[in-house]
Antibody, heavy 120, light 108 residues
Framework: EVQLLESGGGLVQTGGSLRLSCAASGFTFSSYVMSWVRQAPGKGLEWVSGISGGSGSTYYADSVKGRFTISRDNSKNTLFLQMNTLRAEDTAVYYC?????????????WGQGTLVTASS | EVVMTQSPATLYVSPGERATLSCRASQSVKNNLAWYQHRPGQAPRLLIYGASTRATGIPARFTGSGSGTEFTLTINSLQSEDFVVYYCQQYYKWPPVTFGGGTKVEIK
């Protein structure tokens, strides 16, 4: 059974930093694209960033480019999202998501999410 | 960026009846369209991919159709657990993949 467990969320001042983690199990982690998707309060889903299985390719939404960095440790089956210079509009539940072997595929498993609140 | 528009925002349906949810893409996404079900406080769940293929374990009362720019999710014989929010997503033109704003199915 695929399991994705996010951690690292919390309350942070605007301008601050936070690092999210996602522990994966139940599948061959290194073979799949992994992504982060967020949902702001009262809003819909927004794709944030994705990384290929071997970490050779990464992509970001324009809204986070230059501030967020996605990475993964395939030896520990863990996905990360380093979030710097946080803004109030980054406040959201952040979901870890498993895609296919390459980008441009559906998300077939999601984590439960971790809440990030950026406030002054 | 492909803009996905879902309608209606809220759909009122009686238990046991049929719900029809719409999703429109601002340009063709061929059949690279997925539907997700999202219960509050839970992980979203993949229902449909490839516009019409049910994901593993999804009941047959969920049906997806359409291609190009117009898509439909039909839920037959609505059960109590079906009254939640549904999102469509295109994964044809990326980055970014994009989601619709969601349709909330409520009890009439």
């Amino acid at each position: 059974e695929v399991q994705l467990l996010e951690s690292g969320g919390g309350l942070v001042q605007t301008g601050g930093s936070l690092r999210l983690s996602c522990a994966a199990s139940g599948f061959t982690f290194s073979s799949y694209v992994m992504s982060w998707v967020r949902q702001a309060p009262g809003k819909g889903l927004e794709w944030v960033s994705g990384i290929s299985g071997g970490s050779g390719s990464t992509y970001y939404a324009d809204s986070v480019k230059g501030r967020f960095t996605i990475s993964r440790d395939n030896s520990k089956n863990t996905l990360f999202l380093q979030m710097n210079t946080l803004r109030a509009e980054d406040t959201a539940v952040y979901y870890c998501a498993k895609e296919g072997a390459w980008f441009g595929d559906r998300i077939d498993n999601w984590g439960q999410g971790t809440l990030v609140t950026a406030s002054s | 960026e492909v803009v996905m528009t879902q309608s209606p925002a809220t759909l009122y349906v009686s238990p046991g009846e049929r719900a029809t949810l719409s999703c429109r893409a601002s340009q063709s996404v061929k059949n690279n369209l997925a539907w997700y079900q999202h219960r509050p406080g839970q992980a979203p769940r993949l229902l449909i991919y490839g516009a019409s293929t049910r994901a593993t374990g999804i009941p047959a009362r969920f049906t997806g159709s359409g291609s190009g720019t117009e898509f439909t999710l039909t839920i037959n014989s609505l059960q109590s657990e079906d009254f939640v929010v549904y999102y469509c997503q295109q994964y044809y033109k990326w980055p970014p993949v994009t989601f619709g704003g969601g349709t909330k199915v409520e009890i009439k």
